[in-house]
């Protein structure tokens, strides 16, 4: 990009990072953009870039493909359940081990490598995601979220006093992987919860401006099979009509259903992203034409220069 298209970028975004100012925002990182070495360096960068503009992100993520690679590599078979993956004392192990561990901590050191200070945690730090198993359907070790510990995640926002920034305040970046303290009858085990869900129920405690869901596809599509039927904006209103309609394939369902959880949680809106878009977050939210689809209430006042 040339000088001055990086100088147009800056001024056309102005007014929306204006907008979003000292507003928090929950990302939930998963997909291509995880396990792609360019697609991770811009998502980091793009994280960044929020922080540095004075915009809290809290990012929430998954790692389904290193948990697949892992299972292979030990020689676990995976069990499924009506679809649903079955999680036994063995796989929640080595889904602790991988979540908590080493993706969390590659994702933390990339963002302390771009200099700002980032806090490597899973749900059961601070018994952030408090959980319990279903009894609906045996899944073995998987849980719903039924408390989010705000008060913790406000204390990590709030950061601390930098020695080697003259005392200043330093705000951190809390990073979370998608592992839950198991309470009630479940009361101290690890269970593996859905890190969209986590996402949204974070993004609901939190009262946070958006959610945004990183995926592997454009956004919601009323044709699944073309990409140009993208649905760049709908109200909350509309998400039953849209699957009544068949316009949402049964993949986007359960993104459609976090979406709801987080604005029906007083976040303002929720955008649904293609991870696979090099700097996809801040095209979605500073570029002035949506890549993806953006979820609100249908009296939402939208970040854009013309209506601030």
Do not use: W
């Not at 800056?10 to 990302?27: E, H, S």
């Not at 929430?60 to 036994?88: C, Q, W």
């Amino acid at each position: 990009m040339s000088e001055k298209s990086v100088q147009e970028a800056l001024i056309q975004g102005l007014p929306y990072i204006q907008a979003l100012r000292g507003k928090t925002i929950v990302v939930k990182y998963g997909g291509n953009a995880m396990i792609n070495a360019e697609l991770k360096a811009s998502v980091i960068k793009d994280i960044v870039f929020l922080h540095t503009v004075g915009i809290p992100v809290i990012l929430v993520h998954g790692g389904g493909p290193e948990i697949e690679a892992m299972l292979r590599a030990v020689g676990k078979e995976s069990r499924f359940v009506n679809g649903l993956r079955y999680t036994d004392e063995e796989t929640m192990s080595i889904v602790q081990m991988v979540l908590c561990g080493k993706v969390n901590k590659e994702i933390t050191a990339l963002l302390e490598a771009e200099g700002v200070h980032a806090l490597g945690i899973c749900g059961i730090d601070g018994a952030l995601f408090q959980a319990e198993r279903e009894n609906k359907l045996d899944l073995g070790f998987v849980g719903k979220i039924k408390k989010v510990n705000v008060n913790f995640l406000r204390a990590i926002m709030q950061g601390c006093r930098s020695i080697e920034n003259d005392g200043q305040q330093d705000r951190i970046i809390p990073v979370i992987s998608s592992v839950a303290l198991g309470v009630g009858a479940d009361k101290g085990l690890s269970l593996n919860v859905n890190a969209d869900t986590a996402a949204a129920l974070t993004a609901e405690a939190i009262k946070a401006e958006k959610l945004i869901l990183m995926t592997d596809v454009a956004g919601l599509l009323r044709d699944i099979q073309n990409p140009e039927s993208l649905i760049r904006e709908a109200n909350l209103a509309d998400i039953d009509k849209l699957k009544k309609e068949g316009a949402v394939s049964k993949g986007m369902v359960p993104k459609l259903d976090c979406c709801e959880i987080a604005l029906l949680g007083g976040v303002k809106a929720a955008h649904i992203i293609d991870g696979r878009v090099p700097h996809g977050l801040l095209a979605e939210l500073f570029g002035g034409e949506r890549i993806g689809t953006m979820i609100c209430h249908s009296d939402f006042k939208k970040n854009t220069p013309e209506e601030n």
